[in-house]
């Protein structure tokens, strides 16, 4: 479902990314805001069962409606994330290309990473967390390629 939200920028709604307009500032821009909220608020509505529905109807908005679902069914994927965790650490090159080896691990990678995404942020506080996470990636990618590569390693 949130792969939909995001496809079409309804995940603005959802995460509180686009606040509520002033009504007295703007009230042109407030009521296109209320008028998209209240598209994704009945669209939400019409994917999930009507008893669920039934119990989050009231929420003042789309973010709330949906912090109250993610609240009540997320589940822990901590049982995924170590199984992808451990499939990183034991992942070797062994006969693959090096071109197959990397995509594997790419995939394993970028998975893992849909599990604990990165804040964003416009300080910048968050680049010294990407550096330190790409400079992880790269040093998994050589642990793993054949001894016969090792001049690469260097």
Do not use: H
Not at 62 to 67: D, I, Y
């Amino acid at each position: 479902m949130r792969l939909a939200l995001s496809g079409k920028r309804k995940i603005c709604f959802i995460d509180s990314s686009l606040p509520k307009p002033d009504l007295i500032l703007d009230p042109a821009l407030a009521e296109s805001w209320q008028c998209t909220n209240d598209i994704i608020t009945t669209w939400l509505l019409n994917a999930i069962s009507k008893d669920i529905a039934a119990s989050v109807i009231y929420a003042g908005s789309a973010a709330l409606l949906w912090q109250d679902l993610e609240t009540r069914f997320s589940q822990s994927n901590a049982p995924r994330i170590f199984e992808l965790k451990r499939s990183l650490m034991s992942l070797t090159q062994g006969s693959f290309s090096v071109s197959q080896y990397f995509a594997k691990l790419k995939i394993l990678w970028e998975e893992l990473n849909n599990f604990k995404p990165l804040v964003s942020c416009s300080c910048g506080g968050v680049k010294p967390i990407q550096v330190s996470l790409d400079q992880e990636y790269v040093m998994l990618l050589l642990m793993g390629l054949n001894e016969n590569l090792a001049n690469v390693r260097s």
